[in-house]
């Protein structure tokens, strides 16, 4: 008879190898999936991407251009400060020496005043409220001690200003880098994104940016813009003979621009000052909210944190420095969230 002996159970030792084994199996599928390249993102997707890092790239620019004309301005008050300590010094030490004469013709005459020889040994500043109040020294000696009170404090304010300017530089040096860094990154960051693309499918990038402009340019044709008057007159024929100049961040002019580096350009053409950065232009001038009311030359601002500036060019059209990859352009403005405009 046939032998119906039960088949033996593996091992402990068995049935550990094969779950461990199954685990393994597992894993390995799981990191095979995760490895599989994914899906090629559409040249819309691309665009989109590309979009959203020049707009972040832009704005980071805006805060480099703050940082940047807060640097320089720093720099020019500690200089400032920096020359009138040094004046103050040499007029500190004019004064020590007219006290030094003063006791020396005490001395040839047969002895230094009590008051005189305290100040050359120490600051005067706690002697001579005491001494005042005692009637210990002259009023010629008095008046000296107090000039000279006056101007160590004087000095030791100053220096304190300058340290504490000095800090702030140096805090804004740091953030200058850091916001460079971040512009190049989002930059390097959308050349990578368009380098993925093939070559039709950035020639149709390419067609469809130029169709911007050139929607722009025939709606300003149309509305025959009339040139504008006085100084917004001026600043905006400055910019349109800027059109096709390319846009590089942190740029203001002759010949490539960032967007208020543009406006700020187009303006100091005109005989006019007005702040480096878009946020900063956006408080000066009488402020405009509807676009019927705006004049061509003005401000017109874009976006909810004022990142970006153009000059109005009439039609609803407007004259800016678009973004990297970009030129000068005329550009309808209803491709960006129109926030108001600024009369100068």
Same mark, same amino acid.
């Not at 000052?273 to 909210?289: D, K, L």
């Given at each position: 008879?046939? *032998?119906?002996?039960?088949?033996?159970?593996?091992?402990?030792?068995?049935?550990?190898?094969?779950?461990?084994?199954?685990?393994?199996?597992?894993?390995?599928?799981?990191?095979?999936?995760?490895?599989?390249? !994914?899906?090629?993102?559409?040249?819309?997707? @691309?665009?989109?991407? @590309?979009?959203?890092?020049?707009?972040? $790239?832009?704005?980071?620019?805006?805060?480099?251009?703050?940082?940047?004309?807060?640097?320089?301005?720093?720099?020019?008050?500690? !200089?400032?400060?920096?020359?009138? @300590?040094?004046?103050?010094?040499?007029?500190?030490?004019?004064?020590?020496?007219?006290?030094?004469?003063? $006791?020396?013709?005490?001395?040839?005459?047969?002895?230094?005043?009590?008051?005189?020889?305290?100040?050359?040994?120490?600051?005067?500043?706690?002697?001579?409220?005491?001494?005042?109040?005692?009637?210990?020294?002259?009023?010629?000696?008095?008046?000296?001690?107090?000039?000279?009170?006056?101007?160590?404090?004087?000095?030791?304010?100053?220096? &304190?200003?300058?340290?504490?300017?000095?800090?702030?530089?140096?805090?804004?040096?740091?953030?200058?880098?850091?916001?460079?860094?971040?512009?190049?990154?989002?930059?390097?960051?959308?050349?990578?994104?368009?380098? *993925?693309?093939?070559?039709?499918?950035?020639?149709?990038?390419?067609?469809? #940016?130029?169709?911007? &402009?050139?929607?722009?340019?025939?709606?300003?044709?149309?509305?025959?813009?009339?040139?504008?008057? =006085?100084?917004?007159?001026?600043?905006?024929?400055? &910019?349109?003979?800027?059109?096709?100049?390319?846009?590089?961040?942190?740029?203001?002019?002759? *010949?490539?621009?960032?967007?208020?580096?543009?406006?700020?350009?187009?303006?100091?053409?005109?005989?006019?000052?007005?702040?480096?950065?878009? #946020?900063?232009?956006?408080?000066?001038?009488?402020?405009?909210?509807?676009? *019927?009311?705006?004049?061509?030359?003005?401000?017109?601002?874009?976006?909810?944190?004022?990142?970006?500036?153009?000059?109005?060019?009439?039609? =609803?059209?407007?004259?800016?420095?678009?973004?990297?990859?970009?030129?000068?352009?005329?550009?309808?403005?209803?491709?960006?969230?129109?926030?108001?405009?600024?009369?100068?």
């Amino acid at each position: 008879m046939a *032998s119906h002996r039960r088949p033996k159970k593996p091992s402990r030792a068995r049935a550990t190898v094969l779950t461990t084994a199954a685990a393994a199996a597992v894993a390995i599928s799981a990191q095979a999936a995760d490895a599989a390249p !994914s899906a090629k993102p559409s040249k819309d997707e @691309v665009k989109s991407k @590309v979009d959203k890092l020049y707009e972040e $790239a832009e704005q980071a620019t805006e805060k480099y251009n703050g940082a940047k004309e807060k640097q320089e301005q720093l720099q020019k008050e500690i !200089s400032t400060i920096q020359d009138n @300590v040094a004046r103050g010094q040499q007029e500190l030490n004019k004064l020590r020496d007219g006290i030094g004469s003063m $006791a020396a013709g005490q001395y040839r005459s047969g002895g230094i005043d009590p008051s005189i020889q305290l100040f050359l040994s120490s600051d005067p500043d706690d002697y001579l409220d005491r001494a005042s109040t005692l009637n210990q020294v002259s009023g010629q000696q008095a008046d000296a001690l107090k000039t000279i009170q006056d101007k160590q404090r004087q000095l030791a304010q100053q220096r &304190a200003e300058a340290t504490a300017k000095l800090k702030d530089l140096a805090a804004t040096r740091t953030e200058l880098g850091a916001k460079k860094k971040e512009v190049q990154g989002k930059l390097a960051e959308a050349r990578h994104l368009l380098d *993925s693309l093939t070559a039709k499918e950035k020639a149709d990038l390419e067609t469809a #940016e130029q169709g911007r &402009a050139t929607r722009g340019t025939d709606r300003a044709a149309i509305g025959r813009i009339t040139p504008g008057t =006085g100084r917004a007159g001026a600043a905006f024929a400055a &910019a349109q003979s800027k059109i096709g100049s390319p846009y590089v961040y942190t740029h203001t002019g002759p *010949s490539s621009f960032d967007c208020s580096g543009l406006t700020s350009w187009a303006y100091a053409q005109a005989g006019v000052t007005i702040p480096r950065t878009s #946020e900063a232009q956006a408080t000066i001038g009488q402020r405009i909210y509807s676009q *019927s009311q705006l004049q061509v030359g003005d401000l017109v601002f874009f976006y909810g944190d004022l990142h970006h500036v153009g000059l109005y060019a009439g039609n =609803g059209t407007v004259l800016h420095a678009p973004h990297s990859g970009a030129f000068v352009r005329y550009e309808a403005m209803g491709d960006m969230p129109f926030q108001f405009g600024v009369r100068v």
